[in-house]
């Protein structure tokens, strides 16, 4: 089954020498696939470090797309997908950032609640 992959920073990373800190909007996708459990079919997780450059990103979706979270689709997007929802292209891959993105996307995909 191809699975969507969606990349969260680490927590408890240090920044200019102080932390430890978390990202926000990563913690809160953490949330919403504790939330749902049955996204776990539909979406990988994998983990980069706060310092940049984001190898697995820049890999997939290039450097000028590092910001976390986000979402990189395994399957082109559907065409039924709401107007506004902002689905990328770069490299080759779609993907959708930041949390409400997502977590609009994961409802339309996956008939989970939607952001409200």
Not at 15 to 34: N, Q, R, S, W
Not at 43 to 72: M, T, W
Not at 73 to 101: I, K, M, Y
Request: glycine share 8%; hydrophobic share 35%; charged share 15%.
């Amino acid at each position: 089954m191809n699975t969507d992959t969606l990349y969260l920073i680490r927590s408890d990373f240090h920044h200019d020498a102080k932390g430890p800190y978390y990202c926000p909007g990563c913690v809160e996708m953490l949330g919403l696939l504790t939330a749902y459990p049955s996204l776990e079919k539909h979406v990988q997780v994998q983990y980069v470090d706060f310092q940049r450059p984001r190898p697995a990103l820049v890999d997939s979706i290039g450097d000028e797309n590092q910001g976390c979270p986000v979402l990189i689709l395994a399957t082109p997007p559907s065409a039924d997908l709401p107007p506004h929802l902002n689905v990328q292209h770069a490299q080759g891959h779609a993907f959708v950032e930041g949390t409400r993105d997502i977590g609009l996307y994961l409802a339309h995909t996956h008939g989970i609640g939607m952001p409200f």
